[in-house]
């Protein structure tokens, strides 16, 4: 069985030669999956039944399954279980903005890297998603709300520069004016920090943006909490995110998630200020989610407080990360562990 979201048009176009059907035909198709969004071939009503019925046969248009949907009311965001054969696969939310809706994307089934403080960490990693899988949790969300989503952040579990072709593919796709015409300058691509994949990154962007989660101010600090800073850390990491900064004329963001005595104290904000210094970025300070289990703790509303004003008295621009999502376990990779525990109902 082939897969609508991981084929092109001219892909579709072959598809459709096999049966003799016109060319045309795969543009018709791609307007309902991109701009209907139409989850099944029977909605797709000015394609000849003869053709719906040999489509049914040989390509899905839907691979992902909705297992869970978590809702928060009031501060809006929602979070969605996707699975395959009724076993979890991966995450994805929806959040509310002021700006309008943002989809976030996982790149992977768990993730590789393993962070401290992360709960997909526990799960470990299973596998690279593919570019249509990483598509459709976008336009699955679409078809779910049943709007367009104005921007798109590859943000849920997973490493999305270990998975740098099928997510540049995907990112490709959403941004094609001929499928759904997202402009890049409202994709942003979230790292733990890996400085060669973010120069690459540079070069294959063509305009959208990069966040780090940077999380430390030393590599001592950082050492504890990203397995990664053994291999690059802190200094070539932020070398790198300067570095796109400057060749991209873009602001960038730097993550920077607080956790209770570890690395929320005045002097951290004093030390992210320097090293951030020159760089044209904005900070966003997101309160640690709980994640049971862990020793972590989320920091005082004070805190929180505190370093905001260290960083804004030393002119680095810097905002809080609503706790969106906090009461619907949005923390990454929740929702998949709790249902790998207790299978859904
Ligand atoms: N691998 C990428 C993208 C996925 S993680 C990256 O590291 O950026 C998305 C963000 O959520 C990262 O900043 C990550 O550090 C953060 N995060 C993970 N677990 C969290 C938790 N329990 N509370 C708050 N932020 C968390």
Redesign the pocket.
């Known amino acids: 069985m082939l897969s609508l979201f991981d084929m092109d048009q001219k892909a579709l176009e072959e598809h459709l030669a096999l049966v003799g059907e016109k060319p045309y035909r795969a543009k018709q198709i791609i307007a309902w999956a991109y701009r209907k969004f139409a989850s099944s071939w029977d909605e797709m009503t000015d394609l000849p039944e003869r053709l719906r019925k040999h489509l049914v046969e040989t390509v899905s248009v839907s691979r992902l399954e909705l297992l869970r949907k978590q809702e928060e009311e009031g501060e809006w965001a929602k979070r969605f279980l996707w699975g395959q054969g009724g076993k979890p696969l991966c995450e994805s939310v929806l959040l509310a903005y002021k700006y309008g809706l943002t989809g976030c994307v996982s790149t992977q089934a768990g993730?590789p890297?393993g962070?401290a403080?992360?709960?997909s960490a526990v799960i470990g990693f299973e596998r690279d998603l593919q570019k249509g899988e990483i598509i459709e949790q976008f336009v699955g969300m679409c078809r779910l709300q049943k709007e367009r989503l104005g921007h798109l952040v590859?943000?849920?579990?997973?490493?999305?520069f270990m998975n740098y072709d099928n997510t540049m593919a995907a990112m490709d796709v959403l941004c094609d004016p001929a499928y759904y015409g997202l402009s890049r300058r409202k994709v942003t691509v979230?790292?733990?920090g890996i400085p060669p994949m973010m120069r690459r990154y540079a070069q294959d962007s063509r305009g959208a943006r990069l966040?780090l989660?940077l999380?430390a101010t030393n590599n001592e600090t950082r050492d504890q909490i990203i397995p990664f800073n053994n291999r690059y850390p802190i200094e070539k990491v932020v070398l790198a995110l300067r570095e796109f900064a400057a060749s991209s004329g873009q602001r960038v963001t730097v993550?920077y998630?607080l956790l209770k005595d570890f690395n929320d104290s005045a002097a951290d904000a004093a030390r992210l200020s320097a090293l951030l210094g020159g760089i044209d970025c904005l900070v966003n300070l997101?309160p640690?989610?709980e994640?049971p289990g862990f020793k972590w703790r989320s920091p005082q509303p004070s805190k929180v407080k505190e370093f905001q004003e260290v960083l804004e008295r030393n002119r680095v621009k810097v905002t809080v990360r609503r706790r969106l999502g906090a009461n619907i376990e949005a923390?990454?990779g929740q929702l998949r562990r709790e249902t790998a525990d207790r299978p859904p109902k």
């Open positions: 993730c890297v962070c403080f992360c709960a590859f943000m849920g579990t997973g490493e999305p979230s790292t733990v966040a989660s999380h993550e998630m997101i640690w989610n994640v923390a990454c």
